[in-house]
């Protein structure tokens, strides 16, 4: 979904509801970032511009998650995947491990709500990328390179498209129905 769908809040709610990790590119990047890591020096300034970082970093970042102990039972990826090539290069990395994608949920939601949204989350996270122009891009970026991704998935199994307007715990609900756990 786009930026400011509700991606984060759900996939916190449901890795908490299944006991699984969930595994944020966003927030491990940011991570990188404030601690000055290599990854960090290279993802800074893009992503404060709103574009997308890298696929090689990306997917590194992917690899070493998915080695960890805790990754074993299954993870609730959020944020990832976002091009084509990430949809390409995690299936392969899946596969390595005998795993796959069990679900793809897509979250559905208008560019006006998605707009008060951000505007909202600025006042509180005041994430550098929640500016005007930041989120601009953000949206173009969504639109030219992550929203192919969902035809990638469409034309391999099963996405689930998610009416991400309305309450948090409507939208969870919803979320546990289309996936039935
Ligand atoms: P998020 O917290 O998911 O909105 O991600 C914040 C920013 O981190 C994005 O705007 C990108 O610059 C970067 N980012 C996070 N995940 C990815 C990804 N899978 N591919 C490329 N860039 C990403």
Redesign the pocket.
Known sequence: GP?GAG??TQAALLAERLGLPKF????L??DAVKRGTPIGLK?KA??E???????D??MGVVRDELAKPEAAKGVIF??????VP?AEGVARLLAERSRQMDCVLFFDVPDSEILSRIEKRRGIEG?A?DDPA?VAT?LR?YREQTAPVLDWYRSRGTVHLVQAVGKVEEIASQVKGLIGR
């Open positions: 930026p991606k984060g944020a590119t966003g927030d990047l940011r993802a893009v992503m511009s709103g574009q997308l970082v890298n696929d970093i990306i959020d944020g990832v995947v976002r091009t990430q994430r990328d930041a953000r970026a």
